[in-house]
Structure formats: structure tokens, C-alpha cells
């Protein structure tokens, strides 16, 4: 036991591991910008959910990332002993206060490094969550948690260019709201470590206008409706972007574009039509006339959320080890030199 204490508080580890970790980043960089298709997923979720999944099926790339993990981990050992061993040498010879700074910095370091590892494990990233306005969307690894879209605000400068972006959004739990806020570009909404940052927003279109025997109804894709004497109903179905028929006489789309986009009507009596979704357009089904008049357009914006519950651990770290260098440099006295001055 003695022999492994003194191993992990030895100076030449240090170095040598500095050393050893310089050098597995300089070859990770290489691979990194060799090979970027490989690493975009990493942008989007945690490190270690992407370790235990791309990260194994491409080990000749990503050997270097579970290499650097193991070195910081003895780097860590390292510190943490060198640091006991400082502090009890202090403590049992009293030496002045002033004397522990160094060690401060050792300690922010560990704490900050804690909290990286928390957040790499037990936190999240979930991008591109497309929020219509007036809708609710549940919120990942929340469960009953609904984030709600209440419209965004733009203000345009003469030039039309784009001064400010307010996303209002709502969050509830069942029909009771628990926050609610404005995101801007640089202020996202933050509800118990889970933060919502605004990416882009625009305008789609997210249902129709449609006259069913002489009655107008709204209708939101996927919903439905029904006749005015109220014993027959429809519902809107799939959408089929760039509209044809095949040989067999069955729907398809011809492209991925949104050059000739038809809804599905289906009928409670099992019947059906592809009504186009241009104004004017009209389709019988089950002598029933269906004409789309106009339609409902409505806001959206894509929202990004993330959470990372190591993030006060890393702000308490770097605390730790500001104030310590702070008090190596500004507050060292005899026996706290940075580098000692040769006689």
C-alpha cells in the first residue's frame, strides 16, 4: 500500500502523464478532422451514451477518446493524492495559511472535473424539437412535464435585419403551468437544470379551412370533422408531399418536395379521397362535397433542450481553483513560490 501511495504522489507521474495526454490529444485532433462525419453525432448527445454506442462500432477511430478517459482518470488519482499528501505535510508542521493556495487549485480542478463526469452521465441533449404554436410537446426524460408554444415576437430593423427574437413558451405539468418565459438568443428558459434555448422559428402550415355541404370547418391535420346534420364523420390523414399514382392505381409521392401536396379525407364508412391542398380544390366523398378554402397557418419554433446536472459542480470548481490562483499569485509570502529564484 505504501509503494502504490507513493507511486500516485510521485512528480515524475505527473509529468509523464501531461505528457502522455498532450500527445493522445494531438493524435484525436487528427482523427477528428479526418474523419468529422464520424464525431457529428457526438455534438448532439452526452459522452458517455455515445461511448457505449457509436463509440464502439468505430473503435479504430474513437480508441483515442477511451485512452484520454483513462489517463485523466489516473491524472485525477494523481492529484487527488498529491493534494492529501500537501495538506497533511501542512496541517502536521503548521505551516502558514497561505501555504494551502496551490492546493486550492488542485481541489477546484477535482471538483470541476466531477462535475464533467456527472453531466457526460446523468445528463441529456435533445435538438431540433419542432414547438407549434398553441400545441404541447412533452418534454424528454420528464414524464408529465409539456412545454407549450405561446408565440414569438420579432422586431425588424429598417434594413431587415434582425434585432431581437422573444419565444414565449409555457411549462406545465397537466393543466397546471410551473414556468413560463420569454427565450431570447442569449437567454434561454431554465426549469430545475433543464435549459431551453431558442434555434429558429418561421411559419407552416398546420391545418385547413374546408366547406363540407355548404358549412365551413376548421381542421388541424390529423383531426377530425364532421356534417353539418352531424351523422357522418371525416378525418384528415397522411399527407403525400409531390402527389401521384402508380401503375396499381395507388398513391405515392414522386419527390421528397412539396410541389403537389394531397391530405387523405377518410370517411367513418371506410371511404376515401385525396383532396389537394390548394385553395379551390374540391373532392366527393360519399356524396359528401369537401372544398378546401384557405389555410391556418400557425408559428413554430425549433427549440433545443439540454441538461446538466454537473454544471454547478464545474461553476463551485472553477470558484475553488480561481481563488486559489489568486491567492498563489497575489497573496503567496516565503514559502509559496511559483518558481523558485535561483540564489
Known sequence: MKTLWHFFISTRLTIV?????????VWGSIVTINNPQAFQKLDHTILFQWLVSSGLTNMNLSLW??????????????????TADRIITIVLTRRPWHTISPQLVHIGFLIALLGHLIGSVYGFRSQGNLLVEGKNMPVPYHDGLLLRLD?????????????SIETKVTLLYGDSEVASKSITINGPLIYKGTAFYHVNHGNTVTG?????DKRDVKVDFGQG???????QRFMLGRIIPDFAIDYRGLPYSRSNMYRNPHVEV??????SGWLPLSIGASIRVDDHTISLRDHIVSSYAIINIYKDPGIW???AGSTVLTLGMILSLFFRGRHVELMRRPA
Do not use: H, Q, W
Not at 502523464?17 to 500527445?23: G, H
Not at 385547413?208 to 363540407?212: F, G, K, L, M
Not at 370533422?225 to 351523422?231: A, I, L
Open 313 to 315: 459542480f464545474i461553476i
Open 65 to 82: 477518446i477511451y485512452i484520454l478517459i483513462f489517463l485523466i482518470f489516473i491524472f485525477a488519482l494523481n492529484t487527488a493524492a498529491c
Open 266 to 271: 377518410l370517411s367513418s364508412t371506410g371511404s
Open 17 to 25: 502523464l501531461s505528457m502522455l495526454i498532450c500527445l493522445n490529444a
Open 208 to 212: 385547413v379551412r374546408i366547406e363540407i
Open 225 to 231: 370533422f364532421g356534417t353539418p346534420d352531424g351523422k
Open 151 to 163: 408565440g414569438v415576437d420579432t422586431e425588424i430593423s429598417e434594413n431587415g435585419e434582425l434585432n
